[in-house]
């Protein structure tokens, strides 16, 4: 069995943000990621922090608000607010991807369909492979020097 180390010291939030989005071309601080609506997302950053993450949030801040006795129709309401922004980034980041405008994430809010349409599409479907006008691919490596022949 082998011997694990573990850090005397806790993660920061820099070394937390490499561990929850990769540490490759594609990563970009959480503010940015939440709150700046430039750049692209991969799949996998996208079920991570546009689907699940938004999700256990909407569903710790429901049940504290609920121990604090705000109403149901008003707890919706007010967590429905203040996620609603990160949604609409992290779908416009993803469709970035596909080299689509961010403005197609704002189908979220056709009742059901709407939503449920684009969080399928933006999930499943891989994104285009290399730069695009939104900037680079969340897979590409880093940028390799230019490499001259002249002597």
């Known amino acids: 069995m082998q011997n694990r180390e573990t850090p005397s010291h806790p993660l920061s ?18 503010a940015q990621l939440y709150l700046g609506v430039r750049g692209r997302v991969s799949r996998r950053t996208f079920w991570l922090h546009g689907v ?15 121990i604090a006795g705000i109403t149901t129709a008003n707890t919706d309401r007010l967590v429905n607010l203040v996620l609603v922004w990160p949604l609409l980034v992290i779908s416009a980041k ?29 999930g499943s479907v891989p994104g285009n492979a290399g730069p695009n006008r939104f900037g680079a691919d969340p897979f590409a490596g880093p940028a390799e020097p230019a ?3 002249a002597h």
């Open 94 to 122: 993803r469709a970035h991807d596909f080299n689509w405008s961010g403005w197609w994430v704002l189908l979220h809010f056709v009742p059901v369909v709407g939503s449920l349409a684009m969080i399928i599409i933006l």
């Open 13 to 30: 939030a820099a070394e937390l943000s490499a561990v929850a989005l990769g540490s490759g071309p594609g990563h970009m601080p959480f």
């Open 52 to 66: 699940l993450a938004l999700l256990v949030l909407g569903l710790l801040a429901n049940a504290v608000m609920d």
């Open 147 to 149: 490499v001259s022949n």
